[in-house]
């Protein structure tokens, strides 16, 4: 079945959802370096955001090869229909600082670089908000870089919207 987008229509591509395996570590692992693709933000050293991004997604790994994911949490998998690969997100509970409700967070999500275009991000948003249904949240969040314009973009259409907007300055 072939995910809706927000304005309502089908993305006209089939991808299927599934939980992480132990057997998916190494592919969750392969695709640390799209997330430095987003760019460095100003001022940042981008070796330290290179050591961030290894040991944020070394910790979904570890969840996932040490069939360790909580039940609060989900780490799914988007495959075609011959079963290859095409990305991750990893959910988890968060608690919002501005209300102190529970909701639910896009901890991570990426796709590899020949799924890009294809609805692969927009089938694990999809999912990623039922999940946040089934755990009983009013909100899925998540954060992006402020540069990233093409995550932007996407998270907007299928309508998030910015809350907080943090400001940093190089010293």
């Known amino acids: 079945m072939a995910p809706e987008d927000p ?12 939980p992480a395996t132990a057997a998916d570590g190494d592919f969750i692992r392969e695709l640390t370096p799209r997330f430095a693709e987003a760019g460095t933000p100003p001022g940042r050293d981008p070796a330290r ?24 949490e989900a780490v799914l998998i988007a495959t ?8 991750f997100v990893h959910l988890r509970p968060d608690l ?13 999500l990426a796709v590899t670089p020949a799924a890009e275009g294809r609805g692969v991000a927009q089938a694990l948003l999809a999912a990623g908000e039922a999940w946040a249904r089934e ?3 009013r909100h899925l969040a998540l954060d992006t870089f402020g540069a990233n314009g093409r995550a932007r973009v996407l998270y907007a259409r299928w309508g998030f919207a910015e809350e907080t ?4 300055k190089t010293l």
């Not at 040991?55 to 360790?68: F, K, N, P, R, Y």
Request: proline content about 2%; glycine content about 16%.
């Open 165 to 168: 907007l943090k400001l940093v």
């Open 96 to 108: 919002s600082g501005l209300t102190g409700e529970w909701q639910g967070y896009v901890n991570a």
């Open 80 to 87: 075609d229909d011959a079963g290859i690969r095409l990305g």
């Open 49 to 72: 955001m290179s050591t961030f991004f290894l040991h944020s997604i070394g910790e979904i790994v570890e969840l996932v090869t040490a069939d360790s994911v909580s039940p609060r």
């Open 135 to 137: 755990q009983g949240f």
């Open 7 to 18: 304005a309502g229509g089908a993305t006209g591509r089939a991808h299927h959802i599934r």
